[in-house]
């Protein structure tokens, strides 16, 4: 792991950009305490995994969670370029499921099971590695210690993750619908504490599939938080509410 | 208003019996500012509806809600025994429409409509004119000034309310299933801010009219809470992140 930049933002979070093997990701930090309080402790982590759009994208949105988590909560925060996103290379079986994706949506066709796995399956399959490689290199520093969270991004990716990590204690997913059926026997393994955000009128998910979701995860901790509006539409509030939740669970 | 009976409990709170005419009720308010401090302003009103057992039966449950309130965010908040509950006068159809009603369930058949028109239509026209009445009657005392928030209780009088009563700005509700059609109706046209719990395996609520009732309420600001487990398994989180929900709309 290599910091390739480093700036104290206003809040006094640091942010510093970095790079595992080819993958760049972004890591934000609290403010020390002020210098007559004793050196602060090693801070829980929560992983912010980003939809599959670049993180050039969606940084705006990330870094705000992350400086938010950090400022108010003491957590530090990090995130990794997901493969096939951003400026990492592309795979054609991705890129195929991808533009079959399209061409359905458009169509108003819906989506198939063949299309779904062919672009979520090898995704977990190549993400989860790189995510766990990521939590070894994170948690190598001296300023970060666990318990670790787990938020956002594409949800199979959260499940699978939620199952095979130990290290993630806590959860909190947005309920999607793009999820392959081997995922969905996946979530009834899924033991450890929920967070479910639920866009009630989700242009790009089905409710009845995020609601069938929701209860096939195994764990009896759940909560689902459902709003209006659609895809984008969470309200400001749900930040803070999903903050309390890491609060329970990595303090 | 009469107040029959005045304690100050162990944080601070002001715990206040009163009648208003032939019907009991409590009063919750919070403790005054320190001295050096400016006198306190008018504190924003919760009215915490209650279940029909009677207040004396669920006196822990409401006061705990009650206290948290007026001491963690200073809000006042207020009850008042529903009709036919406790030890008000009961009348013979919702005698008869209760009797009913534990006949179908102990026999493990559905609950007919005309059951619970019985039970809930008449309950709904007697209780909101005394809520009103209450609120009246409090919004008169000087360390109460709005707004108004309403909470709990049979759900159908919080929806006639939420309807007819402009000073109250917003509510909280716990999704039940025992809801008449025609309330399912004026659900439609409730248009202040919500926020309705759900507990995902309630033995006495059906989850899929719940989810349909969540659906059906006019207003765009809702938001639902699913947790796992009974009707009586809320977990404790649930208490800050409601009060939380007023602090946003009473404030």
Redesign the interface.
Same mark, same amino acid.
């Given at each position: 792991m290599h910091f390739t930049s480093e700036q104290r933002l206003d809040d006094g979070v640091l942010e510093r950009e970095f790079t595992l093997g080819e993958i760049p990701g972004i890591l934000w930090t609290p403010a020390p305490a002020p210098a007559p309080a004793p050196a602060s402790a090693p801070a829980p982590l929560i992983l912010i995994s980003p939809p599959p759009l670049g993180l050039r994208k969606v940084y705006p949105r990330l870094a705000g969670r992350a400086r938010y988590y950090a400022a108010e909560y003491g957590f530090a925060a990090a995130t990794i370029e997901l493969p096939g996103s951003g400026d990492r290379p592309r795979w054609a079986a991705a890129e195929q499921a991808r533009a079959d994706l399209r061409r359905v949506m458009e169509a108003g066709e819906p989506v198939g099971d063949e299309i779904i796995d062919a672009l979520i399956l090898p995704l977990v399959e190549k993400a989860v590695p790189e995510w766990q490689a990521a939590l070894d290199a994170l948690l190598a520093l001296p300023e970060i210690g666990g318990p670790v969270g787990y938020e956002g991004g594409v949800i199979s990716i959260g499940i699978r993750l939620a199952v095979v990590e130990p290290r993630i204690v806590a959860a909190g997913f947005f309920a999607g619908s793009l999820v392959p059926a081997a995922m969905f026997e996946e979530a009834r393994q899924v033991t450890i504490p929920l967070h479910v955000l639920l866009q009630?009128d989700d242009e790009g998910n089905d409710r009845q599939a995020a609601?069938d979701l /929701? $209860?096939a995860f195994g764990t &009896? &901790?759940?909560?689902?938080? @459902?709003?209006?509006?659609g895809h984008t539409g969470v309200?400001q /509030?749900e930040l $803070? @509410?999903g903050a !309390?939740f890491f609060a !329970?669970h990595l303090k």
């Open positions: 009630w609601l /929701f $209860d &009896q &901790q759940k909560t689902l938080h @459902a709003n209006m509006g309200p /509030f $803070d @509410a !309390r !329970r």
